[in-house]
């Protein structure tokens, strides 16, 4: 794949957009996981922003990677590109590779949600998208 232009218009929609989710979310973080298992509205309210997070991360990291001629076949594979193009450091990206499966499993409604994970996502991993945005913030400063 050839390198093509970056749009850091489109990137930065991106961003704002995680932020946006990332504030939402922070409102429901600390409450019990019975809440997610027996209120229909803050479970759809917390599975839709961290799918949110999760595809706006997946959008930002397979556009910087086709604009630096990277071919990712899969979403994982994505941010492993990051790491090699230097955005992304190896451990982050081992830890936060999982969110491309994590999101494919809410986007594609397979059977039931894993409620215990997802507040296990609202309660304790909501940093690193906050650190995914920086990084991504960090090489667009750098590119321009």
Same mark, same amino acid.
């Given at each position: 794949?050839? #390198?093509? +232009? ?7 929609? !991106? ?12 409102? !429901?973080?600390? *409450?019990? =996981?019975? $809440? ?9 309210? =917390?599975?839709?922003? %961290?799918?949110?997070?999760? /595809?706006?991360? %997946? ?22 590109? %990051?790491?090699?193009?230097?955005? $992304?450091? #190896? =451990?982050?990206?081992? *830890?936060? *590779?999982?969110?491309? &499966?994590?999101?494919?499993?809410? =986007? ?7 409620? #215990? *994970? %997802? !507040?296990?996502?609202?309660? /304790?991993? $909501? ?7 920086? +990084?991504?913030?960090?090489? $667009?400063?750098?590119? &321009?």
């Amino acid at each position: 794949m050839s #390198p093509g +232009k970056i749009d850091t218009q489109t990137l930065r929609r !991106h961003l704002a957009s995680m932020q946006m989710a990332l504030a939402q979310l922070r409102r !429901h973080a600390g *409450r019990p =996981v019975t $809440l997610l298992q027996t209120d229909l509205d803050e479970l759809w309210t =917390v599975e839709r922003g %961290l799918q949110l997070c999760a /595809q706006n991360a %997946l959008d930002l990291a397979t556009h910087i990677a086709a604009s630096a001629g990277r071919d990712v076949p899969d979403y994982a594979s994505a941010f492993d590109a %990051l790491s090699a193009i230097g955005v $992304l450091d #190896p =451990v982050f990206t081992a *830890r936060f *590779r999982a969110i491309a &499966g994590f999101r494919n499993l809410l =986007v594609h409604g397979y059977i039931e949600v894993d409620v #215990p *994970r %997802l !507040h296990q996502l609202l309660n /304790q991993r $909501l940093d690193d998208f906050a650190e995914f945005a920086a +990084k991504i913030t960090a090489y $667009l400063d750098r590119v &321009g």
